[in-house]
């Protein structure tokens, strides 16, 4: 993978797939958290509560070691094995599927139920635009209220996100910077001696 950008899908898309009766729905999701994971579960557990199975695959960051697969009680390797195989076939990242499944009566059997969930996550993530993003370091930053403008200005000219700020007599605030503006950003707040700058662990 590039180290400096990744590739992930622009906006949640949501495919159908059917066969013998039993119905398939994938929702595909850009997510950025683990937190956001269980968030997006919890809801289409809530939405779709007579459905049979939920299962799932997301994977996270760009060093592909955070994922998770799920079959939630189909046979194992039928759900959530199938479903990380399509992401990582599009080579992208910071995505969850899930796919609900409405049994129609027939059983699929494996290779059936492997081909379901496998062709709803491909059809969910082909509707979706699959965008380029750069890679970010999260920063910590800590400094007087008066410095503010200063800061938001370095933030704004090399396209750093701002995660979140306190404002109070002094700021706190947690800005994520593009990885191959890193040096060039951290140059120019090191030379605002009164801006505290830590790397978020």
Same mark, same amino acid.
């Given at each position: &993978?590039?180290?400096?950008?990744?590739?992930? !899908?622009?906006?949640?898309?949501? %495919?159908?797939?059917?066969?013998?009766?039993?119905?398939?729905?994938?929702?595909?999701?850009?997510?950025?958290?683990?937190?956001?994971?269980?968030? #997006?579960? #919890?809801?289409?557990?809530?939405?779709?509560?007579?459905?049979?199975?939920?299962?799932?695959?997301?994977?996270?960051?760009?060093?592909?070691?955070?994922?998770?697969?799920?079959?939630?009680?189909?046979?194992?390797?039928?759900?959530?094995?199938? !479903?990380?195989?399509?992401?990582?076939?599009?080579?992208?990242?910071?995505?969850? *599927?899930?796919?609900?499944?409405?049994?129609?009566?027939?059983?699929?059997?494996?290779?059936?139920? !492997?081909? %379901?969930?496998?062709?709803?996550?491909?059809? %969910?993530?082909?509707?979706?635009?699959?965008?380029?993003?750069?890679?970010?370091?999260?920063?910590?930053?800590?400094?007087?209220?008066?410095?503010?403008?200063? *800061? &938001?200005?370095?933030?704004?000219?090399?396209?750093?996100?701002?995660?979140?700020?306190?404002?109070?007599?002094?700021?706190?605030?947690?800005?994520?910077?593009? #990885?191959?503006?890193?040096?060039?950003?951290?140059?120019?707040?090191?030379?605002?001696?009164?801006?505290?700058?830590?790397?978020?662990?």
């Amino acid at each position: &993978m590039n180290e400096e950008f990744y590739y992930t !899908i622009s906006q949640s898309v949501v %495919a159908e797939f059917k066969d013998r009766g039993s119905r398939f729905l994938a929702y595909a999701y850009p997510i950025a958290s683990v937190d956001e994971f269980k968030e #997006k579960l #919890k809801q289409l557990k809530e939405e779709h509560s007579k459905a049979v199975h939920h299962c799932f695959a997301y994977r996270l960051g760009t060093d592909g070691n955070t994922y998770r697969v799920s079959d939630d009680g189909e046979p194992s390797g039928s759900a959530g094995r199938p !479903i990380l195989g399509q992401i990582d076939s599009k080579q992208v990242t910071n995505v969850l *599927v899930v796919v609900v499944r409405y049994f129609g009566g027939t059983l699929l059997g494996v290779p059936g139920l !492997i081909n %379901a969930y496998k062709t709803a996550t491909t059809l %969910a993530l082909q509707t979706t635009p699959i965008i380029q993003k750069q890679i970010e370091v999260n920063y910590l930053l800590h400094y007087d209220y008066t410095r503010m403008n200063d *800061v &938001m200005m370095i933030v704004k000219q090399y396209n750093c996100t701002v995660v979140k700020q306190e404002q109070n007599l002094f700021c706190d605030v947690e800005i994520s910077i593009p #990885k191959n503006r890193l040096e060039e950003v951290l140059f120019k707040l090191g030379e605002m001696h009164t801006v505290e700058v830590r790397k978020k662990s």
